[in-house]
C-alpha cells in the first residue's frame, strides 16, 4: 500500500487532495487529518517457559462522529504507530461509504503470531483486552480480525472483555466463529460485494454480463467468492484465476479451456489460498506463469490478492478489451494505474467501495448480537446487496455530478457524510 511512503502522511495526502475539491474549511480539515484518540501500550505475557516477555500493543480511533469506531486488530511483526494510524483513518472512509453507522479504528501488536504458541497467543490476546477494554465496547469500539488475528483470538478477546465488564458482550468483537456470536454470510461477504459493484458498474455501462469475462489475481477468501459471484450471479466466464503457491514461494496464473469452474477449484484449494497444482493439472487446468493474469483477455479486472501489483508496469499489459477494474484487495493499484485507467477511460471501483462488504456484514454481526436474534444467510446477503448498491450509486453520482474520478468521488461521498455528521453533532 505504501511502499517507501509513510502510509499515515499517504492517508494524509490523499485527504488534503479531496478537502481541496470539496473546499472544506481548513479548520475542519485539521480535525479530520488526524485520530480523535490514540493508545499505546505495553503487554507484559509469561511465555511457556516460564519468561515474560514484553509486545507492544496500539489501537487508534480515527473518527467516531458517525457511530463507535470500527476496524481490525493486526498481529504484524513490522507493525507501526503510524500504519495503524493511516488504517484507521482508511476505515473512516470505508464505513462512511458504505453508509453504515460506525467509524473508524485500527489495532495492532508488533508480533510474528507464528513465532508463539497458542496458548502464548491467548495470553497475549487476553492482555490487549485487559488494556484497552474501559475505551473499546459495542457503543464505543468494535474490533474485529485482520492480518495475523483469527476469528478464534476473537472469541477469546470477547470473553476477556465479557469477564471484565461482568456481562457477556458478543458485540464487543465482530468476525467471531459461527455458533459464537459469528454471522452467517461473513465468509461470502466481501467476494459477493465485490460482484454486486460490478453487476451495477456493467449496467452503467451497459455491458452484457451473460458475455462477460473476468479474470482475477488471487484466489483466497475475497477472490473465491468474487469468482463464484461472477459465474453464479452474473453468469459471466471467468479467465484465469491467480495464487501464491506457499509451497513453490511462487505464484501461478490458472485457466481452463471451457473458462475456470470456481466451485471446483474451491474443493482443491488450502486455507491461505494455494491451490493443489497437481489436481488442477489432471482436471485440464493449464498453469503459467503469476504475472500472465493481467494480460488475460477479459471485460474485467478483478486484483484481489495484494497491494500494489497493478502498476506502471504491468497495466501497460493489460488486454484492451479491459472495461472495469474492481479493487476487491486493498490498494491493488498504484497512482500510476489510475492515470492509466483515466487516460484508456476504464472504469474503476476503489478498493474502499468495492471490498466494503466486509466491514458492512461485520456491523450486521454487532446488529445481531445488539438484538440476541440471528439473520439467515439470504436475509444478510439480501441486506448486503441493498447496501453495496445504494453505496455505488452514492459514488457513481458524485462522480457524474462533479466530473470526478470514480476514487476521488468516493473520497467526496464518504468525507462530506463525516463532516456532516460532526456538524449535526455540534462538534464543528
Ligand atoms: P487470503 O489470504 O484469503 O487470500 C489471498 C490470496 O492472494 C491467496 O490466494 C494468495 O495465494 C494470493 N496471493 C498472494 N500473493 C500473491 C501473488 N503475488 N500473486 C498472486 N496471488 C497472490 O486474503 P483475502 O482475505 O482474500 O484478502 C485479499 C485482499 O483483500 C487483501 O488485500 C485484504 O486486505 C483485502 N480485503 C479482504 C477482506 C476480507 O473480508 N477477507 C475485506 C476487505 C479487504
Not at 364 to 386: A, G
Not at 399 to 426: C, F, P, T
Amino acid at each position: 500500500m505504501a511502499g517507501q511512503i509513510n502510509a499515515f502522511e499517504m492517508a494524509q495526502k490523499q485527504f488534503d487532495g479531496v478537502a481541496k475539491l470539496l473546499n472544506l474549511d481548513p479548520q475542519i480539515s485539521e480535525v479530520l487529518r488526524w485520530p480523535m484518540r490514540e493508545y499505546s501500550f505495553r503487554i507484559p505475557v509469561r511465555m511457556d517457559d516460564g519468561s515474560l516477555r514484553v509486545f507492544q500493543g496500539y489501537r487508534v480511533q480515527h473518527n467516531d462522529a458517525r457511530g463507535p469506531n470500527k476496524g481490525g486488530i493486526r498481529f504484524h511483526p513490522n507493525e507501526t504507530f503510524d500504519t495503524v494510524r493511516a488504517l484507521a483513518t482508511w476505515m473512516t472512509w470505508k464505513c462512511a461509504v458504505a453508509d453504515i453507522p460506525l467509524g473508524g479504528g485500527k489495532g495492532g501488536i508488533i508480533v510474528d503470531p507464528s513465532s508463539i504458541t497458542t496458548p502464548e497467543k491467548e495470553r497475549l490476546c487476553r492482555g490487549w483486552v485487559g488494556n484497552m477494554w474501559k475505551n473499546i465496547g459495542p457503543r464505543q469500539d468494535v474490533p474485529a480480525p485482520d492480518v495475523g488475528t483469527t476469528p478464534q483470538m476473537m472469541g477469546w478477546m470477547m470473553d476477556e472483555y465479557s469477564k471484565l465488564v461482568g456481562q457477556y458482550t458478543p458485540g464487543v468483537f465482530t468476525g467471531k466463529p459461527l455458533g459464537g456470536g459469528g454471522s452467517e454470510g461473513r465468509t461470502e461477504a466481501t467476494g459477493y460485494g465485490v460482484i454486486y459493484t460490478v453487476r451495477e458498474a456493467m449496467k452503467h455501462l451497459k455491458l452484457d454480463p451473460t458475455k462477460s469475462v473476468a479474470a482475477l489475481e488471487g484466489f483466497g477468501n475475497v477472490s473465491q467468492y468474487a469468482a463464484i459471484g461472477f459465474v453464479e450471479m452474473l453468469g459471466g466466464k471467468i479467465a484465469c484465476v491467480s495464487c501464491w503457491d506457499r509451497n513453490d514461494k511462487t505464484s501461478y496464473t490458472y485457466s481452463h479451456k471451457d473458462g475456470v469452474n470456481p466451485r471446483f477449484l474451491l474443493t482443491i484449494v488450502d486455507q491461505y489460498g494455494t491451490i493443489d497444482q497437481k489436481k488442477a493439472k489432471d482436471a485440464g487446468y493449464v498453469m503459467e506463469d503469476g504475472e500472465k493474469w493481467i494480460e488475460k483477455e477479459c471485460d474485467v479486472l478483478i486484483p484481489a490478492a495484494i497491494e500494489g501489483h497493478v502498476n506502471g508496469d504491468t497495466v501497460k499489459k493489460m488486454h484492451n478489451r479491459v472495461k472495469i477494474v474492481a479493487e476487491g484487495a486493498n490498494g491493488p493499484c498504484t497512482p500510476e494505474a489510475d492515470d492509466f485507467f483515466k487516460a484508456n477511460n476504464i472504469f474503476n471501483i476503489p478498493d474502499f467501495l468495492c471490498n466494503a462488504g466486509g466491514v458492512t456484514t461485520s456491523y450486521f454481526e454487532s446488529v445481531q448480537n445488539d438484538m440476541n436474534f440471528y439473520w439467515t444467510k439470504q436475509e444478510v446477503l439480501e441486506k448486503l446487496d441493498t447496501k453495496m448498491t445504494s453505496a455505488f450509486h452514492a459514488v457513481l453520482d458524485m462522480s457524474l455530478k462533479e466530473k470526478v474520478y470514480m476514487r476521488e468521488a468516493a473520497y467526496m461521498v464518504a468525507i462530506d457524510r463525516v463532516v456532516k455528521a460532526m456538524q449535526l453533532r455540534g462538534w464543528i
